[in-house]
């Protein structure tokens, strides 16, 4: 079970800003995040924006295996704009 926290836009889409979701101890971040947008299909529109910060380091969507554990925080962060 990790902690997942939702930011800005994909906090609008999920609708709430943290939740607890049971996903394999292992999984790439691709796979993550598809755990994820099956709780919340509307997210699927940010797909190609969003990082995720794995105990506060960025990982990028793709075959990078994560090894999570009990606990863990996985910060959903969508593109920020700023001057």
């Known amino acids: 079970q990790v902690s997942v926290l939702y930011f800005a836009r994909s906090a609008e889409l999920a609708g709430l800003r943290c939740e607890s979701l049971w996903v394999p101890r292992q999984i790439t971040s691709l796979q993550l995040w598809e755990e994820i947008v099956k709780v919340h299909p509307r997210l699927a ?17 793709g075959d990078q295996v994560l090894v999570l554990q009990p606990g863990d ?10 001057g």
Do not use: K, M, N, W
């Open 45 to 61: 529109v940010i797909r190609d924006q969003v990082v995720f910060a794995v105990r506060q380091e960025y990982v990028l969507l």
């Open 73 to 82: 925080e996985v910060a959903i962060i969508p593109p920020i704009s700023g």
